[in-house]
C-alpha cells in the first residue's frame, strides 16, 4: 500500500511540471526584455524515486513545505557581471525566500577554489497571481541556480555528474584539479573584464562621432556602431541579414581597398547614395553595403587590389547602375564576369547584350 508522501508527490509532481514549463518560459522572457544575452534557461522536475529518497533522508515531515526543489532551473550567463543583473531581476520580479537561498562563492574561505553558482529558492509572486495561466501555481516553489558559462563547466566536472573528476582523489591529482579550477575563476573574471572593456571601447565610438571624429580604426566594433548611426540617420532599411556576423572579411577588403579608419570610410559613401538606395527599393545589408560604396568608387581598384569570394547579381546591379553608366558599366560587367562574380537571369543578360 502507498504511504501518503508517494500519494502526495503523485499530484505535486504533475503540478510541479507546469511550473518548471512556466518558470522556463517567464525566464526567456525576462532576460531578452531586460537585454541579458544567456546560453540557456534549463529546468528539470524530479523524478518520484529521487523525491522520496530526499524526503526519507532528510527527514521531512511536511514534504509539501520542506520540498522546495521539486522544480529546477538553471540559467547559464556569459559574464560574472550579468550574474548579479539576474540576480536582481530575480529578487525583483518573483517572491524570494531569503532563508533559503544563497550564493555559494560566498561560502568558500579566502584560500579556497570551488563550486561557484547564486541559488535561490523562490514563487512565482504575486504579481503573477491574479493571471489565469498561473493558476495553482503562484504558491509552489522553486530553485533557481544562476551560473557564468565558465562555472557550469567546474560544476559539470566536479559536482552534478559521474565523470571522472568527480568523488575523492588522491592528493596530488586532487590539488591539480583544484589549481585548473582556480584557472576557469581567473578566466571567469578575465572574460568579465575584457566585455567591459569593449562596452567602454563602444561608449568611447559613439562619444568621438558625436563630436565629429572619425580617426578610430575600422574593426568589427568600430564599423558595427558607425554603421548603426548611419542607418538609423538616414532611414534605411535593411534585410533580415544581421551586422551582428563577423565582419572580419569585410574589413579585410576595405584594408586592402586602403579604407583604415571611419574617416576614409565616410569619404567614399557616394553622394546621393541613400536616395538611389529607397529608389530602387534595395533590401541590402552592411556588407552589401559597403561594397557597393567601394564598386561605386572605383571598381577598377577593387577589383585589382581586392580578394573576394562574393557575386554581384542582378539586384545588385540595379543600385550600381545608378552611379556606373555607359561604357564604364559595360567595362565592370565584364570585368566583374572574368572573375566569375557575376550572376545575371536571362532578362537582364538580354538587356546588357
Not at 55 to 72: A, F
Request: aromatic share 10%; hydrophobic share 35%; proline share 1%.
Amino acid at each position: 500500500m502507498e504511504d501518503k508522501n508517494s500519494i502526495w508527490l503523485d499530484s505535486a509532481l504533475k503540478t510541479h511540471s507546469r511550473l518548471t514549463e512556466s518558470v522556463i518560459t517567464v525566464f526567456e522572457n525576462l532576460l531578452k526584455a531586460n537585454g541579458i544575452v544567456f546560453l540557456a534557461v534549463t529546468g528539470r522536475t524530479k523524478d518520484k524515486k529521487s523525491a522520496l529518497e530526499k524526503i526519507t533522508r532528510k527527514g521531512y515531515k511536511k514534504p509539501e513545505v520542506q520540498m522546495t526543489d521539486l522544480s529546477g532551473v538553471r540559467v547559464i550567463l556569459y559574464f560574472e557581471s550579468d550574474v548579479d543583473r539576474v540576480s536582481k531581476l530575480i529578487s525583483d520580479s518573483f517572491g524570494v525566500d531569503k532563508n533559503n537561498s544563497l550564493d555559494k562563492s560566498k561560502m568558500l574561505s579566502k584560500d579556497q577554489i570551488g563550486y561557484r553558482s547564486v541559488h535561490f529558492v523562490c514563487t512565482l509572486g504575486n504579481k503573477r497571481s491574479t493571471l489565469p495561466e498561473y493558476s495553482k501555481l503562484t504558491d509552489l516553489k522553486f530553485e533557481v541556480q544562476v551560473r557564468t558559462v565558465l562555472q557550469h563547466a567546474w560544476a559539470e566536472l566536479a559536482h552534478d555528474s559521474n565523470y571522472k573528476f568527480s568523488g575523492s582523489l588522491p592528493p596530488e591529482i586532487e590539488r591539480k584539479l583544484y589549481l585548473y579550477a582556480g584557472m576557469l575563476e581567473i578566466a571567469d573574471k578575465g572574460f568579465d573584464e575584457l566585455s567591459s572593456q569593449i562596452d567602454l571601447y563602444k561608449q568611447s565610438i559613439d562619444e568621438k562621432s558625436k563630436l565629429g571624429d572619425y580617426t578610430a580604426t575600422i574593426d568589427s566594433i568600430s564599423l558595427k556602431e558607425y554603421f548603426g548611426f548611419w542607418v538609423k540617420e538616414n532611414g534605411i532599411t535593411l534585410s533580415s541579414t544581421s551586422i551582428q556576423n563577423n565582419t572580419s572579411e569585410l574589413i579585410q577588403e576595405l584594408n586592402s581597398f586602403g579604407v583604415n579608419t571611419l574617416e576614409d570610410l565616410i569619404s567614399i559613401i557616394p553622394k546621393g547614395y541613400v536616395e538611389a538606395y529607397k529608389e530602387v527599393g534595395e533590401r541590402s545589408n552592411v556588407f552589401g553595403i559597403v561594397r557597393d560604396w567601394m564598386l561605386i568608387t572605383d571598381w577598377q581598384k577593387f577589383l585589382g587590389n581586392v580578394s573576394f569570394n562574393w557575386v554581384v547579381d542582378s539586384d545588385s546591379l540595379k543600385l550600381l547602375g545608378k552611379f556606373i553608366t555607359g561604357e564604364n558599366f559595360t567595362n565592370m560587367l565584364q570585368a566583374l564576369d572574368e572573375h566569375e562574380a557575376l550572376i545575371l537571369d536571362e532578362h537582364d543578360e538580354e538587356e546588357i547584350g
